[in-house]
């Protein structure tokens, strides 16, 4: 992943400047649009960022990573030789990438003094555990899809005290009847478990012991 170090606000006064920049360096005023704009280029970039897909901004007063964004292309900054520019668009807050890094402390492998460097990011490349088919770049769930996963094996067994009590009975091989409104369930640590749902949306959970 690339990453690049920003100091602090400065006022752009180059008339040969391919972005026609009012300011580069980090603004903590200005919206992220803005400060992706200005700070997109241009910069001194090697072949490895040709091959990154997602490149880091930190500011470096607060040691923090301020602003994360996708590469759609690196091309030649046009009257600087030797410079290039990002294209591309700053990620939302929903972005995996963005949770995983913007807000927290610039990576130790970052914190030197040349402005440009990359991470070997262990992040990235896999599906949300959810099922949701979302791809995600750190943990195992979407923010908060950890809960929908949840409620959606709960009401696979039926309410929330239907649960409990299948749980609780799996786990201490007791053989409690699951009250309330969605009959009997008998429960075993051996045996057949039977799942059946009616008409009406109800989840009817049964299951029948091995024999002795």
Same mark, same amino acid.
């Given at each position: ?7 602090? *606000?400065?006022?752009?006064? @180059? ?30 970039? =090697? ?32 009257? *600087?030789?030797? *410079? ?35 991470? @070997?990011?262990?992040?990235? =490349? +896999? ?28 009401? *696979? ?8 009590? +299948? ?15 969605? =009959? ?5 640590? @051996? ?8 008409? @009406? ?12």
């Amino acid at each position: 992943m690339l990453h690049i170090t920003l100091t602090q *606000k400065k006022l752009a006064n @180059d008339p040969t400047d391919p972005l026609g920049r009012t300011f580069y360096g980090w603004d903590e005023h200005a919206t992220t649009e803005q400060n992706w704009k200005n700070n997109r280029g241009y910069w001194v970039l =090697g072949a490895r960022a040709k091959r990154e897909s997602y490149v880091l901004f930190s500011y470096n007063e607060q040691h923090e990573v301020v602003m994360a964004a996708e590469i759609a292309e690196i091309i030649d900054a046009p009257g *600087k030789p030797g *410079k290039r520019i990002i294209e591309g668009r700053p990620l939302p807050e929903s972005h995996p990438v963005y949770q995983a890094y913007v807000g927290r402390p610039t990576p130790d492998s970052a914190r030197v003094r040349n402005p440009v460097t990359y991470i @070997d990011s262990t992040v990235g =490349g +896999w599906l949300c555990g959810c099922g949701c088919g979302t791809e995600i770049f750190s943990g195992e769930f979407v923010r908060g899809h950890e809960q929908t996963a949840l409620h959606q094996r709960v009401a *696979k067994i039926g309410t929330i005290p239907d649960f409990l009590r +299948w749980f609780d009975a799996l786990h201490e091989g007791a053989t409690p009847a699951a009250g309330g409104s969605s =009959g009997s369930t008998i429960m075993s640590r @051996d045996g057949q478990l039977d799942l059946a749902v009616s008409s @009406d949306g109800r989840v009817r959970l049964t299951f029948t012991p091995s024999a002795a």
